[in-house]
C-alpha cells in the first residue's frame, strides 16, 4: 500500500522494482488525476494498461446513529466468515481465478472483522467483509436469496463490528453499482463525487506480444 499527494514521490515509487511487481496483475485504488502518470510507468515497464471501473466514495460521518436502528430478522443467523469460506467468496470477486485473490480473501476473513448469513447448513448466503485498509468491500448475495434484505443486515452487523473497534465506516461502490448506493446511502453513508479509479494491467510478456 503506497500513499501520497506528491507526483513526484509517486513516480519514483513506481519506478523503483522494489514497490511495484509490474508482474503482477492488478493496480487498484487510484485516483482519476493519477492514471496518466500510471500508464506511463507501466507502458514503459512491458504492461499493457485497460481502465475498468470507476467508484464512488461512501462516508459514514456518525455511525454511532446506526446502533440503535435494528434491521435483523431474528430467524436469520448472522456469523462472521470462516477461512473455509474463503473459495467462495472468491468466487465472486471481480478479480478472482488466482491464487493471489485466494490469499488475499482468506487473510482478511482471519484477521478482519466480516459479517454473513448463514443457510441451515452453515453455508453463507449473504456476506461482507473488510479489508486492510479498514474499508467495507466485497458484499455479495447468492442470487436466490436476493431482494430478502439480507444485504441490508449483513451491512448492519459489519459496521456495528467496526465501529466498535474504532474503524471508520466508508466503502468504495462501482458507479454503475446504484442499488449498493441507495442502500448505504439510506443507512446514511455520504456519496462523495471524488473519484477512485481500478485499473487492470496485463503483461505483454506473458502473452507473447
Known amino acids: 500500500t503506497m500513499f501520497t499527494k506528491d507526483l513526484e514521490n509517486l513516480r519514483a515509487m513506481?519506478?523503483?522494482d522494489r514497490v511495484?511487481?509490474?508482474?503482477q496483475d492488478t493496480i487498484k485504488g487510484i485516483p482519476g488525476s493519477y492514471c496518466d502518470l500510471i500508464k506511463e510507468v507501466s507502458t514503459s515497464s512491458g504492461m499493457d494498461v485497460k481502465e475498468i471501473k470507476h467508484y464512488s466514495l461512501m462516508?459514514?460521518?456518525?455511525?454511532?446513529?446506526?446502533?440503535?436502528?435494528?434491521?435483523?430478522?431474528?430467524?436469520?443467523?448472522?456469523s462472521s466468515l470462516k477461512v473455509s469460506h474463503a473459495e467462495l467468496v472468491a468466487?465472486?470477486?471481480?478479480?478472482?481465478?488466482?491464487?493471489?485473490?485466494?490469499?488475499h480473501v482468506r487473510s482478511c476473513?482471519?484477521?478482519?472483522?466480516?459479517a454473513c448469513i448463514l443457510d441451515d447448513s452453515?453455508?453463507?448466503?449473504?456476506?461482507?467483509?473488510?479489508?486492510?485498509?479498514?474499508?467495507m468491500r466485497m458484499g455479495f448475495t447468492l442470487p436466490e436469496y436476493r431482494?430478502?434484505?439480507?444485504?441490508?443486515?449483513?451491512?448492519?452487523?459489519?459496521?456495528?463490528q467496526m465501529h466498535a473497534m474504532g474503524f471508520p465506516v466508508y466503502a468504495h461502490v462501482a458507479e454503475e453499482n446504484t442499488a449498493i448506493i441507495n442502500m448505504l446511502t439510506s443507512f446514511g453513508l455520504c456519496n462523495y463525487p471524488v473519484r477512485r479509479q481500478t485499473t487492470l494491467c496485463w503483461s505483454r510478456r506473458r502473452f507473447g506480444c
Not at 126 to 132: A, K, P
Request: aromatic share 10%; with cysteine; charged share 20%.
Open 59 to 78: 462516508v459514514h460521518h456518525n455511525p454511532e446513529s446506526l446502533l440503535h436502528n435494528e434491521w435483523s430478522d431474528p430467524t436469520m443467523k448472522i
Open 20 to 23: 511495484i511487481d509490474w508482474t
Open 91 to 103: 468466487k465472486q470477486f471481480a478479480y478472482s481465478g488466482n491464487d493471489l485473490t485466494l490469499s
Open 122 to 135: 452453515g453455508n453463507p448466503v449473504s456476506w461482507c467483509l473488510s479489508d486492510e485498509l479498514c474499508e
Open 147 to 160: 431482494r430478502t434484505g439480507y444485504m441490508k443486515t449483513v451491512f448492519t452487523a459489519l459496521i456495528k
Open 109 to 114: 476473513i482471519q484477521h478482519l472483522p466480516s
Open 14 to 16: 513506481l519506478m523503483d
